[in-house]
């Protein structure tokens, strides 16, 4: 069983930035697809970035495409999120999550290992 652990969640101003870590317990998670969800109160958990097994190809939804970067450090055997030009609209508990499928990479059905979150909060 994975056990990942989030860190770096905090509060921000707006336009301001934030450094996410997941780092897995246990276990490496060298052949797992790793994504970041977000969920805010009232709302359904959505997807946020995904980085393939290698880090070679990476995907984010449209709300943070040019804002955020999702890279792996498969030495240290972490997964961050850099998140830049924080938006209030951004406030949400994130999620790391670990896939060992090839499909459904921008569902959270599609992962099979979950943090338990990390609190961001943006103020305007």
């Known amino acids: 069983q994975v056990q990942l652990v989030e860190s770096g969640g905090g509060l921000v101003q707006a336009g301001g930035s934030l450094r996410l870590s997941c780092a897995p317990s246990?276990?490496?998670?060298?052949?797992?697809?790793m994504g970041w969800f977000r969920q805010a109160p009232g709302k359904e958990r959505e997807f946020v970035a995904t980085?393939?097994?290698?880090?070679?190809?990476?995907y984010y939804t449209d709300s943070v495409k040019g804002r955020f970067t999702i890279s792996r450090a498969t030495v240290k055997n972490m997964v961050n999120l850099q998140m830049n030009s924080l938006k209030p609209e951004d406030t949400a508990v994130y999620y790391c999550?670990?896939?060992?499928?090839?499909?459904?990479?921008?569902?959270?059905?599609?992962?099979?290992?979950w943090g338990q979150g990390t609190q961001v909060t943006v103020s305007s």
């Open positions: 980085i393939s097994r290698g880090g070679e190809s990476t």
């Open positions: 999550a670990a896939s060992a499928k090839y499909t459904g990479w921008t569902s959270a059905n599609g992962y099979d290992h």
């Open positions: 246990g276990r490496t998670f060298i052949n797992y697809r």
